[in-house]
């Protein structure tokens, strides 16, 4: 697989996911309603848990968007760029308001899957902070290179 295809076939899934995750945070509500009949646990909690992960659905959704955003830019071949800073500084917040708000479920429903999430989501945000760093400096140097020449 070229290049060419690889960022075409990472458009289409970064699409996909949107779109996807939009539709399922907002069906949650009847979701969970069907899904109740089966896990007492989503019946007894009804409102705690849409809301919760309705919360925990919008932040995987910002996070998309932004990486469906910073994506543009690597499809323009100008990837260093401050906006994209700005994209991973907001999706390492979004990232540790899913982990926050995931950590509270676990205050009355507790899994272990809630709690590997709740570490995916930290170390999600741990990496976008980093990269933004790196990002940082990548654009300044980038444009002290370009004013130099």
Known sequence: MNGKTLARFTKYLLDFMFW??????????????FAGRFYPNLANYYAFNVVLFMLSGAGAVLIIFELR??????????????????????????????????A???????????????????????????????????VSYKLENDLTI
């Open 69 to 102: 955003r910073m994506f543009k830019t690597v499809l323009r071949d100008d990837c260093f760029v401050r906006e994209n800073v700005l994209s991973l500084r907001r999706m390492g917040f979004c990232s540790l308001a899913v982990a926050a708000i995931t």
């Open 104 to 138: 509270a479920r676990t205050l009355i429903i507790f899994t272990p899957a809630t709690l590997v999430i709740v570490l995916v989501f930290f170390i999600a945000a741990l990496f976008s902070f980093v990269l933004a760093g790196v990002f940082d400096k990548a």
């Open 20 to 33: 996807s995750g939009l539709t399922l945070t907002a069906s949650l509500p009847w979701l969970f309603r």
